[in-house]
C-alpha cells in the first residue's frame, strides 16, 4: 500500500514538472519574439508602456511646429485656387492625384492653396463659421475660409505633407496632433479678425482643405491678411 502511494507521489510530480517547464519555455519564447515586427509590438519610446513616459503633449507639439514648419509649407506648397479648384471640378481625381495628399489609402485628399480676393459675406450664427470670398478665376463660386469659434477635420495636418502617423505612439496622439493645429488657427490666425467689418475688404490667405466635394470647399486657414 505504501509502495503504490509512492509511486502515485511520484508520478503526481513528474506531471507538475512538464508544465513548469513548458511555461519557462514558452516565458523565453515571448521574451525573445517581442523584438520581432509583426509578432508583438514593442512599446515606443514616450508610450504609457514605455517606464512611465510622459504623455503626449499636443499644444506643445503644434506650438513648436506652427511658424517654423506649418506656416513655411502653406507657403511653399499652395497651388492658386484659381488653379486648383477648376481643375477639381473638370478632373477631380486627375486634380487630387496631382495636387493633393493622402492621410492613407482610402482617406479623402488633402490640399494646400493660396488665394485673394474680396469678401463677399460672413456666416458667424453657427459653431462653424466662415467668410465667403470671391477670388478671380476661381468663376462663380466663392471660397469659404473657416473662421469658427470651432474648426473641425484633419486637412492642416494632412496636407503640410510632413506629418505621418507613424511619428505618433497611437491614433489618439494623432488625432490630437490635428486638433491642435486647428486651435493654433483659432488662436494666431482668425483671432484677432473683426468679422463684423470684414465684408468689402480685400484678402489674402493660404489654407487647407478636404475635398469632399468640389463645389462646396472650407478651407482652413493656415495665413491670413486682411487689407486695412
Known amino acids: 500500500m505504501a509502495h503504490t502511494v509512492r509511486v502515485r507521489r511520484e508520478a503526481a510530480n513528474r506531471g507538475l514538472v512538464i508544465p513548469i517547464i513548458v511555461l519557462l519555455a514558452l516565458t523565453g519564447m515571448l521574451a525573445a519574439c517581442s523584438k520581432v515586427?509583426?509578432?508583438?509590438?514593442?512599446?515606443?519610446?514616450?508610450?504609457?508602456?514605455?517606464?512611465?513616459?510622459?504623455?503626449?503633449?499636443?499644444?506643445?507639439?503644434?506650438?513648436?511646429?506652427?511658424?517654423?514648419?506649418?506656416?513655411?509649407?502653406?507657403?511653399?506648397?499652395?497651388?492658386?485656387?484659381?488653379?486648383?479648384?477648376?481643375?477639381l471640378r473638370a478632373d477631380q481625381q486627375g486634380a487630387s492625384a496631382r495636387y493633393g495628399k493622402q492621410a492613407g489609402t482610402g482617406s479623402p485628399y488633402s490640399f494646400l492653396v493660396k488665394g485673394t480676393g474680396t469678401v463677399t459675406g460672413a456666416t458667424t450664427g453657427n459653431a462653424v463659421g466662415s467668410i465667403q470670398v470671391r477670388v478671380p478665376g476661381v468663376g462663380k463660386t466663392d471660397v469659404n475660409l473657416a473662421v469658427g469659434p470651432a474648426f473641425v477635420g484633419t486637412a492642416i495636418r494632412d496636407a503640410v505633407g510632413f506629418i505621418e502617423f507613424g511619428q505618433f505612439t497611437n491614433q489618439i496622439d494623432y488625432a490630437d496632433a490635428a486638433t491642435a493645429l486647428n486651435a493654433k488657427v483659432k488662436a494666431t490666425v482668425v483671432g484677432g479678425v473683426d468679422l463684423k467689418s470684414i465684408k468689402g475688404k480685400k484678402v489674402t490667405f493660404t489654407g487647407a482643405f478636404q475635398l469632399l466635394a468640389p463645389s462646396s470647399v472650407m478651407i482652413t486657414p493656415i495665413t491670413l491678411a486682411v487689407a486695412s
Open 37 to 87: 515586427p509583426g509578432v508583438y509590438v514593442v512599446e515606443k519610446p514616450g508610450s504609457a508602456g514605455a517606464g512611465g513616459a510622459k504623455k503626449f503633449d499636443a499644444t506643445s507639439y503644434a506650438d513648436g511646429i506652427w511658424t517654423s514648419k506649418v506656416v513655411p509649407a502653406a507657403r511653399q506648397g499652395a497651388v492658386d485656387a484659381a488653379t486648383l479648384l477648376p481643375a
